[in-house]
C-alpha cells in the first residue's frame, strides 16, 4: 500500500479551490537537523509539504499558484539539482527533471533560485498563503520577498496584499483522513502491535529498560519503519513520569513496566500504550488499579461517535477513574465534587487523547468558535487513560505508591462508531498474563 501521485494531486487541487483565484501559497520542507559537527539526524520531510508533494528529499519547497479560476493552478516544486559528485557521497536526488516527471510538477527550478523566482510569482496575486510562525528565518525572507515584489511592481497593485495562514487550510484538511491514510495508519498500528507483543514475550526481571526499547525497535526496524515518537520505556516508578525517555534502569520482579511506543509507517504514525507486569503475574494492588484504567479506557473509546463532543472520551474516563479510586479508598469525598474540583488530577493529570495522523500530536482545531468540536467521519483520536501513582505520595498507603499504568489505543471515527486500530495487541489482564506465560514455556 502506497499513496500515488494521483492521492498528492487530489490534495493539491482540493487546496488550490480553497485558495480562491489569483492567490499563491508557498510551502517549505525541515530543515535538516544536525546532531553534532559533520552529523546529522535523519530526515523526515515535514509532514504538510509531504501531504502535498510526496516528496521526502530535504531543501525543497512547493508553490501552488491560482489564475482566475482555482481549476487551472499551477504546482511549482524547487529542489536540489542533480550532481554526480554529491550524489556519490549522500543519494540520489530527483533533481528538476524528476519533480518534473516522478512528482508531477508543472514547472521545477533549483532550490537555489528561489529567492529570484518567487518574486515574479508574485506579481498579481491577491493573497499570499504561507505557514505563518514555523520558522522564524521563513517569515523574514516571505516578507523580504513580498516587499521586494512591491518595490519592483511599477502599477502599485500587483504584489499580494493579503497574508493568510496556510496552516489554517491544511490542518483541517490532514483532520480528515481518506481511506487510503487509514490504510496506511492501520499498518503502522498493526507493526506497532507485533512490537508490543513482542516486548510482552521478551520481557523478564533484571531486563534493562533499553534492551526491552530494543525488541521494539527490532520489528519496527524489520518493518522498514522508525518510531513515530521517542519510545517510553518505564519500569516501576518510571512509569509515572509521563515523558520518561532515558530508558536505562534495570526491570524489576514484581514491577509492571509502563511501554508507550510505535511506529510511522509512509509517514503516518502509530500512538500505543501497555503496562504489563515484568514476571508476568499482576499484584492485586496492579490488578486493581490497572482494571479501572481499563474500564476507564472502554467507556472513552464507546465516546468516539459522529457527533459527540471531543471532550466526551476524557469526562466518561475522569468518572471512571475517580469511582475507581474512591472505591480503593485512595480518595474520599462525594464523586461529583471530587470530579468538578479535579481531584483526580493528584493521579490522571493528562488529557485522554489527541489528534493522530501523520504527526503523533497531528494537527487540527479542538475548538470551534470556542466550544470543544464534535466527532465526524475520517478523525482518528488516541484513547489514553491513565493512573499514577508517585512514589512519594504520603496520601495514599504504600502498597499502591509508584505504580504507573497507562493504555492507549488509536480510534476512527466512523458512521459505524469506533473503529480501533491498535486491537491488534491484548489488554484485558488475563489475555496478558497467558500471552507471558505462553512465552515463557
Ligand atoms: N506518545 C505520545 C502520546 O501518547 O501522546
Ligand atoms: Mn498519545
Ligand atoms: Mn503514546
Request: aromatic residues 10%; contains cysteine.
Amino acid at each position: 500500500m502506497k499513496l500515488t501521485q494521483a492521492d498528492f494531486e487530489r490534495r493539491r487541487d482540493r487546496l488550490a479551490e480553497q485558495m480562491g483565484p489569483n492567490s499563491i501559497a508557498i510551502i517549505e520542507t525541515s530543515p535538516v537537523a544536525y546532531r553534532n559537527r559533520d552529523a546529522d539526524y535523519k530526515f523526515r520531510a515535514d509532514s504538510s509539504f509531504f501531504y502535498l508533494t510526496g516528496f521526502a528529499e530535504p531543501e525543497a519547497v512547493a508553490v501552488i499558484e491560482t489564475g482566475e479560476s482555482t481549476a487551472d493552478y499551477t504546482y511549482s516544486l524547487f529542489c536540489r539539482e542533480r550532481n554526480r559528485e554529491l550524489e556519490i557521497w549522500n543519494g540520489y536526488r530527483a533533481g528538476v527533471d524528476g519533480a518534473v516527471e516522478d512528482y508531477e510538477a508543472d514547472e521545477a527550478f533549483a532550490i537555489d533560485l528561489l529567492d529570484e523566482e518567487i518574486i515574479e510569482k508574485l506579481f498579481n496575486k491577491g493573497a499570499i498563503y504561507y505557514r505563518i510562525g514555523h520558522r522564524a528565518e521563513f517569515d523574514a525572507r516571505v516578507s523580504q520577498w513580498i516587499k521586494q515584489a512591491q518595490d519592483q511592481d511599477k502599477r502599485g497593485d500587483g504584489a499580494p496584499s493579503q497574508v493568510l495562514q496556510l496552516d489554517r487550510l491544511l490542518d483541517e484538511m490532514r483532520l480528515f483522513k481518506s481511506e487510503e491514510e487509514i490504510q496506511l495508519m492501520q499498518i503502522a498500528s498493526d507493526i506497532s502491535a507485533q512490537a508490543h507483543t513482542r516486548a510482552m514475550q521478551k520481557v523478564h526481571p533484571g531486563m534493562k529498560e533499553y534492551a526491552l526499547e530494543a525488541e521494539l525497535n527490532y520489528v519496527f526496524n524489520q518493518n522498514g519503519c522508525v518510531p513515530s515518537y521517542n519510545s517510553i520505556v518505564g519500569g516501576g516508578a518510571n512509569a509515572c513520569i509521563l515523558h520518561y525517555v532515558e530508558n536505562n534502569q534495570p526491570l524489576n520482579d514484581g514491577d509492571l513496566v509502563l511501554i508507550d511506543a510505535a511506529c510511522e509507517y509512509q509517514c503516518y504514525a502509530s500512538d500505543i500504550t501497555r503496562t504489563f507486569p515484568v514476571n508476568g503475574r499482576f499484584s492485586p494492588e496492579q490488578r486493581a488499579l490497572y482494571q479501572i484504567v481499563l474500564d476507564a479506557q472502554y467507556a472513552a473509546i464507546d465516546q468516539v461517535r459522529v457527533g459527540r463532543s471531543y471532550r466526551d472520551p476524557h469526562e466518561a474516563a475522569v468518572r471512571i477513574i475517580t469511582q475507581g479510586l474512591l472505591q480503593l479508598g485512595l480518595m474520599r469525598g462525594a464523586i461529583d465534587e471530587l470530579i468538578e474540583k479535579e481531584a483526580y488530577r493528584q493521579f490522571y493529570m493528562h488529557g485522554t487523547g489527541h489528534w493522530l495522523g501523520m504527526d503523533v500530536h497531528d494537527v487540527g482545531a479542538y475548538k470551534v468558535a470556542g466550544k470543544w468540536r464534535s466527532y465526524a467521519p475520517g478523525m482518528v483520536v488516541t484513547v489514553e487513560p491513565g493512573i499514577y501513582i508517585a512514589p512519594d505520595d504520603e496520601t495514599v498507603d504504600e502498597k499502591w505508591r509508584g505504580i504507573g499504568i497507562r493504555i492507549e489505543d488509536d480510534v476512527v471515527v466512523t458512521e459505524d462508531g469506533p473503529l480501533i486500530l491498535t486491537q491488534n495487541v491484548v489488554k484485558e489482564i488475563d489475555a496478558i498474563e497467558t500471552l507471558m506465560a505462553q512465552a515463557k514455556r
